[in-house]
């Protein structure tokens, strides 16, 4: 196990967590088919704005074709269990400090509707766990893993 599979398995809560590079995601993969959650990246190299973003999400979440591309369908898909299979669900996001320091305003809306799932998971019995791949701390506050 390494550091991120053991603060996972430990006490640490679903939430949002900044985790420094590089992760081994062989072993974070590894860790959720062990646990039943499953993960999903989020590459955040090309993403400075909302609508790049919003873009990426729906490819990665596999959002239904209906996803209207905007904050409060982001929140409503990203909260549908009904298409959830697994137990919980890890979402690994890369460079996302291309975003939080692009568009401050709409990382902070991100930020707001990533924790309101969390307990909304949380509710239904389910993990969330939100993983910001970097160094930054421009991120807010978000807390270290």
Not at 44 to 50: F, L, M, P, S, V
Not at 99 to 123: G, H
């Amino acid at each position: 196990m390494n550091k991120i599979t053991i603060a996972l398995a430990g006490n640490r809560p679903p939430g949002l967590y900044r985790v420094p590079p590089p992760i081994d995601r062989e072993a974070l993969a590894t860790f959720c088919q062990n646990h039943n959650l499953h993960l999903i990246c989020l590459d955040g190299e090309n993403i400075a704005t909302k609508t790049e973003f919003l873009q990426a999400a729906a490819q990665a979440l596999q959002f239904p074709d209906y996803f209207g591309y905007n904050w409060d369908a982001f929140e409503d898909c990203l909260t549908d269990f009904d298409q959830l299979s697994d137990k919980g669900h890890i979402l690994l996001y890369t460079q996302p400090e291309n975003f939080a320091t692009a568009n401050p305003k709409d990382w902070n809306t991100l930020l707001a509707i990533f924790r309101t799932a969390v307990q909304d998971w949380l509710q239904g019995n389910l993990s969330l766990y939100v993983l910001f791949e970097t160094t930054s701390s421009l991120l807010g506050e978000v807390d270290v893993l």
